[in-house]
Nanobody
Framework: QVRLQESGGGLVQPGGSLRLSCAVS????????VHWYRQAPGKQREWVAT???????TYADSVKGRFTISRDNVWNRTSLQMNSLKPEDTAVYYC?????????WGRGTQVTVSS
């Protein structure tokens, strides 16, 4: 059974930083592309960043230059370093991957950016 568990969310002031992590089990992690999504209240879930199995990172325009995605194939986890946070970054953040043709999601971690 593939499981994803996010952590690291919280309340931060505008301009601050947070580091999210997603622990993955039940899959050959090094072969998976891994994605971060977020969903703000009243809005659709949106893609934030991807890191491929080849360690290539891509970002949504809204977070480019502020967020950094990484992966650790020893500990089977991905991280999302978020800097220069803005109120509009407030959302529940989810990690996601596809394994054996199925989509898997974590339960999410809440990020709130507010003064």
């Amino acid at each position: 059974q593939v499981r994803l568990q996010e952590s690291g969310g919280g309340l931060v002031q505008p301009g601050g930083s947070l580091r999210l992590s997603c622990a993955v089990s039940g899959t050959n992690f090094r072969l998976n592309d891994v994605h971060w999504y977020r969903q703000a209240p009243g809005k659709q879930r949106e893609w934030v960043a991807t890191i491929t199995s080849s360690n290539v990172a891509t970002y949504a325009d809204s977070v480019k230059g502020r967020f950094t995605i990484s992966r650790d194939n020893v500990w089977n986890r991905t991280s999302l370093q978020m800097n220069s946070l803005k109120p509009e970054d407030t959302a529940v953040y989810y990690c996601n991957l596809m394994s054996r043709g199925r989509d898997f999601w974590g339960r999410g971690t809440q990020v709130t950016v507010s003064s």
